[in-house]
């Protein structure tokens, strides 16, 4: 069983910074995908980024050159820097771990529970 956990959310003021982080703990082999996905009410829920297992990242377009995002590979965990923060960034932030518990095994898809992020004057 593979458990996931964001942390560090809360209300920023417009152009205001905030950290989120992101720790998949459990039975872990290896972790295929890392990504944030957010929900704003009223809206489906929309990818802001994945890491690939090459460590490469592809972004949304609405977050490029605003948000940032850097892997700790010991410790199974990602940080979503998120810059210069606008009104319609709030949402619910959830983190999607792809991975597998043993070598050979077939990988599933793990959601953490979600964090508030709310960008407000």
């Known amino acids: 069983q593979v458990q996931v956990v964001e942390s560090g959310g809360g209300l920023v003021q417009p152009g205001g910074s905030l950290t989120l982080s992101c720790a998949a703990s459990?039975?872990?082999?290896?972790?295929?995908?890392m990504r944030w996905y957010r929900q704003a009410p009223g809206n489906q829920r929309e990818l802001v980024l994945h890491?690939?297992?090459?460590?490469?990242?592809q972004y949304a377009d609405f977050v490029k050159g605003r948000f940032t995002v850097s892997r700790d590979s010991g410790r199974n965990a990602m940080y979503l820097q998120m810059n210069m923060l606008k009104p319609e960034d709030t949402a619910v932030y959830y983190c999607?771990?792809?991975?597998?518990?043993?070598?050979?095994?077939?990988?599933?898809?793990?959601w953490g529970q979600g964090i508030q992020v709310t960008v407000s004057s």
């Open positions: 999607q771990i792809v991975a597998n518990s043993e070598p050979g095994r077939r990988a599933y898809e793990y």
């Open positions: 890491i690939n297992v090459d460590g490469t990242v």
């Open positions: 459990g039975s872990i082999d290896r972790i295929y995908a």
